[in-house]
Nanobody, 126 residues
Framework: VQLQASGGGLVQVGGSLRLSCAASERTFSSYSVGWFRQAPGKERKFVAAISRSGSITYYADSVKGRFTISRDNARNTVYLQMNSLKPEDTAVYYC????????????????????WGQGTEVTVSS
């Protein structure tokens, strides 16, 4: 599956952005999807994930209560709504999908993901 992330940009502290991850396949609903981010000079880290149907979500502690992941399988798209943004949220954000057979238990593990979008940059200015 091919993924394309979009929606990044420059926003002030406390502002909001909504990222989108568009998939190329009609079988998109067969994949869980995760968002990761990578700040300059740092390793890529898990942000949020959503199950195939959208009924289950999981968040990193650093974004819990501020970010919301959702999906529209009819549109082959996953969203990441980011509110109350902080300077430490500045990073390149990537959406990714693990193999269709992947279990939910490893959803936060970088190594589990096989398909990656190109990334979209988010800058939060103070």
């Amino acid at each position: 599956v091919q993924l394309q992330a979009s929606g990044g940009g420059l926003v002030q502290v406390g502002g909001s952005l909504r990222l989108s991850c568009a998939a190329s396949e009609r079988t998109f609903s067969s994949y869980s999807v995760g968002w990761f981010r990578q700040a300059p000079g740092k390793e890529r880290k898990f942000v949020a994930a959503i199950s195939r149907s959208g009924s289950i979500t999981y968040y990193a502690d650093s974004v819990k209560g501020r970010f919301t992941i959702s999906r529209d399988n009819a549109r082959n798209t996953v969203y990441l709504q980011m509110n109350s943004l902080k300077p430490e949220d500045t990073a390149v954000y990537y959406c990714a999908a693990p193999p269709q057979t992947s279990g939910w238990g490893t959803v936060a593990q970088l190594y589990e993901y096989e398909y990656w979008g190109q990334g979209t940059e988010v800058t939060v200015s103070s």
